[in-house]
């Protein structure tokens, strides 16, 4: 890791994706104080880092991961039973947000974990490397709970230091994904976490779920497997965010079920669910693709085996799912920005922006496997890695 520096910092680019579509050939990047001071259209003169070998693009924005899961010592999903102490599970997490770092992801969402706070926190003042972290804290998931006692939660978990609010409003994938809170739940969530100026993350695999989370003004719907193109266009008549994944998760969870499997709904009738859920997953983002006006972003609901690995999902929904490689950078950088309320500061290429830049190996945008390739990661103008 090299500090940030108070001088300027000339960064030469090969090729620039400025995260909103647009490339520059030959281009330069002046970094000052952590911020984008300037960028040139041609690179000439004395530089910092020379990457006209590569192509430099924003810092990308993984909507959905989740820092806290991990396996342990004994090559297990790790559980609160397993014997593992909370500094050997911040350890864990610690090396989970280095990885995911420096695999060109410097900021993410992490939809449920209390123990991000500490985390978030200690990136943030520096002495900890990792991804820019926004965190929903404790998930709200009980369908017993009344509007009064959900209004209370949410303004609870704003004085506790959540950046947004988690909702589960449908089962998981593994047990059918059915919708669990009821509309008078939802509007109580996300009616008082916009009246507390939170954005809401719903939980929602089936059309019902998503169709009530749209209605109550709720902010991104992750998932949805079994969305419909009635609930997609609903979606983007209200301007709901929508946040699939293409199949990396469930690739993940089948490639290590040895140490999942046993653990929770982690059996044979939830693990035969996600094999069936990574061609459904494949089908809805295409129906997504096709609804005018949706606004879709990038998350991956990497856990445990797939951190550090999240451009998968990328390369997935421009190889399978037929999504045009800068489309899926767009989603990754200024879109995903705009849904974390951050589109000013981060997830562009351009003056005054947080300078959270990678390079690659080839041009992303003809060739989305370039991102498995980073060459180079810089998080608010320090360098986390730089291996030419």
Not at 4 to 15: D, E, K, L, S, T
Not at 37 to 63: E, F, H, K, Q
Request: glycine share 12%; hydrophobic share 40%; with cysteine.
């Amino acid at each position: 890791m090299l500090a940030a520096q108070a001088a300027p910092v000339i960064i030469r680019a090969g090729r620039l994706l400025d995260g909103r579509g647009g490339s520059t050939a030959n281009a330069s990047i002046v970094v000052q104080q952590g911020v984008i001071g300037r960028v040139d259209g041609a690179a000439t003169g004395p530089v910092t880092y020379d990457l006209s070998r590569y192509t430099v693009l924003p810092g990308l924005i993984d909507g959905h991961a989740h820092l806290s899961w991990y396996f342990n010592r004994n090559g297990r999903y790790h559980t609160s039973s397993d014997g593992d102490t909370p500094v050997q599970s911040m350890l864990a997490m610690s090396g989970n947000a280095f990885a995911t770092l420096t695999s060109g992801v410097t900021t993410i969402q992490s939809p449920g974990s209390p123990e991000d706070k500490d985390l978030r926190d200690f990136i943030a003042t520096g002495p900890t490397p990792g991804p820019r972290i926004l965190t929903s804290l404790q998930p709200i998931s009980s369908p017993r709970l009344t509007p009064d006692s959900l209004h209370e939660i949410v303004r609870r978990r704003k004085a506790d230091g959540a950046d947004f609010i988690k909702i589960f409003a449908s089962a998981s994938i593994r047990d059918g994904g059915a919708q669990t809170l009821s509309q008078e739940q939802l509007d109580a969530i996300c009616g008082e976490a916009k009246a507390q100026g939170l954005r809401t993350l719903v939980h929602a695999h089936s059309p019902e779920s998503m169709k009530a989370a749209t209605l109550a003004g709720c902010t991104q719907i992750e998932h949805g497997v079994f969305a419909t193109d009635e609930v997609l266009r609903l979606m983007a008549e209200r301007g709901t965010y929508f946040d699939p994944q293409c199949g990396l998760v469930f690739r993940n969870y089948l490639e290590n079920r040895a140490k999942y499997e046993g653990i929770g709904n982690y059996n044979e009738a939830g693990f035969a669910a996600m094999e069936k859920a990574i061609p459904l997953a494949v089908a809805a983002f295409k129906r997504a693709r096709a609804t005018p006006g949706l606004k879709i972003v990038w998350g991956t609901d990497a856990v445990a085996g797939a951190l550090g690995r999240n451009v998968e999902d990328l390369i997935c929904r421009a190889q399978d799912g037929g999504q045009p490689p800068m489309e899926a950078i767009i989603s990754a950088t200024s879109l995903g920005a705009q849904a974390l309320g951050l589109g000013s500061q981060i997830g562009s290429i351009a003056p005054g922006y947080q300078a959270d830049l990678i390079a690659v190996d080839g041009d992303p945008s003809k060739d989305i496997t370039a991102l498995r390739r980073v060459v180079f990661v810089m998080k608010g103008g320090r360098v986390y890695r730089w291996t030419p």
